[in-house]
C-alpha cells in the first residue's frame, strides 16, 4: 500500500492549488484520510480531514479557503487550496487510515510531502 501525493508547486498570493493524495495497493476502502502541513522550523500540523462518509473538518487557519474533497472509486482525496497566502507555504503530507482486502485488513501511513511555496 502507498501514498502518492502530488500537485504542489509555486502559486502567488491570492492564487490556488491542488494537491491530490492517491492510495494504491489492496485497498478496499479509505476510512479517513488527512493533510498536514510542516513549515521550515515549525511542527506538522493538521489541515484537514475526511472520513469515508464524506464528513470533513478543517483546521481555524484554512477555513473558508480549503476543500478537501474524496473519490472513493479511485481511493483519492483532494485539497483545493484557494487565496493563497506565504503562511501556507509548507510541505504538505498526506496520511490515511484503510482498509484492506488481505490480512491485517488495516493499513495507516504517511505520503511522501509535497512542497507548497506561495510568494508575496
Known sequence: VQLQASGGGLAQTGGSLTLSCAASGNILRFEI?????????????????????????????VKGRFTISGDNA???????????????????????????????????GWGRGTQVTVSS
Not at 484520510?33 to 510542516?38: D, F, G, I, T, V
Not at 497566502?85 to 488495516?106: G, M, Q, V, W
Request: hydrophobic share 35%.
Open 33 to 61: 484520510m488527512n493533510w498536514y502541513r510542516q513549515a521550515p522550523g515549525k511542527q506538522r500540523d493538521l489541515v484537514a480531514t475526511i472520513t469515508t462518509s464524506g464528513t470533513t473538518t478543517y483546521a481555524d487557519s
Open 74 to 108: 479511485k481511493n483519492t482525496v483532494y485539497l483545493q487550496m484557494n487565496s493563497l497566502s506565504p503562511e501556507d507555504t509548507a510541505i504538505y503530507y498526506c496520511n490515511a487510515e484503510l482498509i484492506t482486502r488481505h490480512f491485517p485488513f488495516k493499513w495507516a
